[in-house]
């Protein structure tokens, strides 16, 4: 290594999503070809950090992953460095390894990190700038819901993958006149759910956003039938619950920063709807499907452009930022503004809007106006 040559550590921390690769291939080669800099790659987020394990990052290194789904880094949603699991005999105890990180980051010669990741990783990022750390963010999730962009790449490959589940659900619905429901992830936030929904044709979307009626729900079904269509296809996010009711959590993972994982809620509903009607209900959990795979176009593009102004920004020595989505252009937005916060659906968005326009049931009566609904985040716990 030069002396005076910038090096910068790259990590993907959370949950993984189509796209990682395609951020870290523009990281590695703006880095190389406009700055000079160098690149190394901490392994599995900041767990990376904490333990000192990287790896060199070259144009080489990065040559034929822009297609790749996942992350070649790995990553972890369990490595926070404020509060960094170890376990000991068979209990977890949390160790504060933010000096760990400190250290090493001198040790390594960086002068930036650039931190791809959910909400989760936002929050360990601002909090390590406190530390000193020179940081940049990059936001990623298939759920959409962070704070400060208007997209997240990861969400286009998601919403594509769902559609396709939901086109292919259709056939069997309508051959054996059926309920299909379909349940996609999203956490707390209704944009899976609403996207894939409008653009696969789903009857009846329902997000956590807007707790349900099975009223409302049975009311479409009937009226479909009314109108000789004797099938209906209901998309429901993972964190969707019944007006008055809870959350369905599906299991814990104690030691990840939001230790709820969701899902389940549709045999839930399956249930409510076989109870009042004849008519045959089946149940599809997509699930981590809508993780996988080779990123759309668009998300690769997103991604690169994302990665692209990362980099512009650590050269520029602008620390303490996210690069984000605003319109078209690819701006930023203050760490601490967004760090731990997410972004959900409202009832004025123009998905909402355009679907109750087509007709579609949002899961509430047509008489009662969305932005009434109650917004209380009770769950219920299946894990234990
Ligand atoms: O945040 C991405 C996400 O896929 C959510 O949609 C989902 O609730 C969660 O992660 C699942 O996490 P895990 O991979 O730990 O089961």
């Not at 990281?27 to 990376?48: C, H, P, Q, S, W």
């Not at 170890?86 to 931190?115: H, M, P, T, W």
């Not at 309508?174 to 899976?192: D, F, K, T």
């Amino acid at each position: 290594m030069s002396k005076h040559k910038k090096r910068i550590g790259v990590l993907t921390g959370g949950g993984d999503c189509p796209g990682l690769n395609a951020v870290i291939r523009a990281v590695a080669k703006t880095a190389d070809n406009n700055y000079a800099m160098e690149v190394i790659g901490f392994l599995d987020g900041y767990e990376g950090l904490v333990l000192n394990r990287f790896v060199n990052l070259d144009d080489k290194d990065v040559s034929g992953i822009l297609t790749r789904g996942g992350t070649i880094l790995g990553t972890s949603n369990r490595a926070n460095p404020f509060k960094y699991p170890v376990l000991q005999g068979k209990e977890y105890v949390y160790l504060d390894r933010s000096a760990q990180c400190v250290q090493n980051f001198e040790a390594l010669g960086l002068n930036a990190i650039v931190a791809i990741g959910g909400d989760g990783t936002m929050a360990a990022s601002a909090a390590l700038m406190e530390r000193g750390l020179p940081i940049v963010g990059v936001p990623k999730t298939v759920d959409n819901d962070l704070e400060g962009t208007d997209v997240t790449f990861g969400f286009d490959t998601a919403l594509q993958t769902a559609t396709e589940a939901i086109d292919k659900l259709h056939t069997t619905a309508q051959s054996h006149h059926r309920v299909m429901i379909v349940e996609v992830m999203g956490r707390y936030a209704g944009w899976l759910a609403l996207g894939s929904g409008l653009a696969g044709g789903g009857d009846i979307i329902l997000m956590p956003e807007f707790p349900y009626d099975v009223d409302a729900i049975c009311e479409q079904i009937r009226l479909r039938n009314s109108l000789g269509k004797n099938f209906s296809i209901i998309v429901v996010g993972e964190g969707a619950r019944q007006k008055g009711g809870e959350m369905v959590v599906k299991r814990r993972v104690e030691t990840s920063p939001d230790a709820i994982r969701l899902g389940g809620i549709s045999y839930q509903l399956s249930e409510q709807i076989e109870n009042r009607f004849s008519i045959e209900t089946r149940v599809t959990i997509l699930g981590h499907l809508l993780r996988g795979g080779s990123p759309s176009a668009y998300d690769r593009i997103l991604a690169t452009r994302l990665g692209v102004q990362a980099v512009r920004l650590v050269e520029r020595g602008e620390f303490g930022k996210m690069v984000a989505v605003k319109g078209n252009t690819i701006s930023w937005v203050p760490l601490t503004e967004v760090a731990g916060k997410i972004r959900k659906v409202t009832a004025d968005h123009s998905w909402v809007t355009a679907a109750e326009s087509i007709g579609l049931c949002l899961g509430i009566p047509t008489s009662i106006p969305l932005s009434d609904y109650p917004t209380d985040e009770t769950r219920v716990d299946i894990s234990k």
